[in-house]
């Protein structure tokens, strides 16, 4: 999938627990996890081509309780964007990937600009940095979030470097 969405130019970054998987395969730390957060900047047309390139994967789009409709237009995408929707895409061997326009504390152009890229079976993957991805989910307060981050506090902050010698 990052092969076709970087053919088509979608701009984007891996965020969620998936990033810290990134930065972590070095160590050996993985974390467990079933979607990948893609965090997008609010562009109606760049949203536009990450579905195209949903719909070319064979991947559906589907909102909180419902497939995303049809026709997939621009305007369709500008309502997605106005109104910072979240759509995740299914495949068929059920990975799951969240499009989403909220990054807690962090504006797309910032996470962009300080981005990691790391390639992956080839493809380019851009990444969200570590500590932004840390401090994001530490300012969302989310339950699952505050769990992760206590669960995982002793391999983040050996990945952050941020152990006391």
């Not at 109606?44 to 997939?72: G, I, K, M, S, Y």
């Not at 300080?114 to 079976?121: I, M, P």
């Not at 989910?137 to 505050?146: F, L, T």
Request: negative net charge; charged residues 25%.
């Amino acid at each position: 999938m990052a092969r076709a969405l970087a053919a088509r130019g979608v701009g984007y970054a891996l965020i969620g627990v998936a990033g810290p998987n990134m930065h972590a395969h070095a160590s050996g730390v993985v974390f467990t996890i079933q979607v990948r957060d893609l965090f997008l900047p609010r562009d109606p047309e760049n949203h536009l081509r990450a579905w195209q390139t949903c719909d070319a994967c064979n991947v559906d789009l589907v909102t909180e309780t419902d497939p995303l409709d049809f026709p997939r237009g621009l305007e369709l995408a500008r309502k997605v964007v106005g109104h910072a929707a979240w759509i995740r895409a299914i495949d068929p061997d059920e990975l799951q990937v969240d499009l989403t326009f909220v990054m807690a504390g962090f504006h797309f152009e910032g996470v962009r600009r300080e981005r990691t890229v790391f390639v992956l079976e080839g493809a380019e993957v851009p990444l969200a940095r570590l500590r932004h991805i840390v401090e994001s989910k530490a300012a969302v307060g989310r339950h699952e979030d505050q769990l992760f981050l206590a669960t995982h506090e002793e391999n983040l902050r050996q990945l952050l470097g941020l152990d006391e010698d």
